[in-house]
Nanobody, 116 residues
Framework: QVQLVESGGGLVQSGGSLRLSCAASGFTLSSYPMTWYRQAPGKEREWVARKSLTVSNTNYADSVKGRFTISRDYAKNTMYLQMNSLTAEDTAVYYC?????????WGQGTQVTVSS
């Protein structure tokens, strides 16, 4: 059974950093592209960073480019999102996503709150 569990969110001051984790089970993380999304209050869910199977193919939303870095630890079957230079606009619930056999799977999300 595919499961995703996010962690690492919290309250941080503007300019600070957080590292989010997405622990995967039920599938091999190295075999699937994966994506980080976020949803701010009153806004639609938006993609933040996407990592494909090739080392060089990583994409970031313009709003986070140069500040966020996506990575994977295959031994731990876990994906990470390192977030630096956080601003109040980064406040949101962050989700990881994977599509397996044509079905989208989501974690429960982790709240990130940036105080200005």
């Amino acid at each position: 059974q595919v499961q995703l569990v996010e962690s690492g969110g919290g309250l941080v001051q503007s300019g600070g950093s957080l590292r989010l984790s997405c622990a995967a089970s039920g599938f091999t993380l190295s075999s699937y592209p994966m994506t980080w999304y976020r949803q701010a209050p009153g806004k639609e869910r938006e993609w933040v960073a996407r990592k494909s199977l090739t080392v060089s193919n990583t994409n970031y939303a313009d709003s986070v480019k140069g500040r966020f870095t996506i990575s994977r630890d295959y031994a731990k079957n876990t994906m990470y999102l390192q977030m630096n230079s956080l601003t109040a606009e980064d406040t949101a619930v962050y989700y990881c996503n994977v599509r397996v056999s044509g079905r989208d799977y989501w974690g429960q999300g982790t709240q990130v709150t940036v105080s200005s």
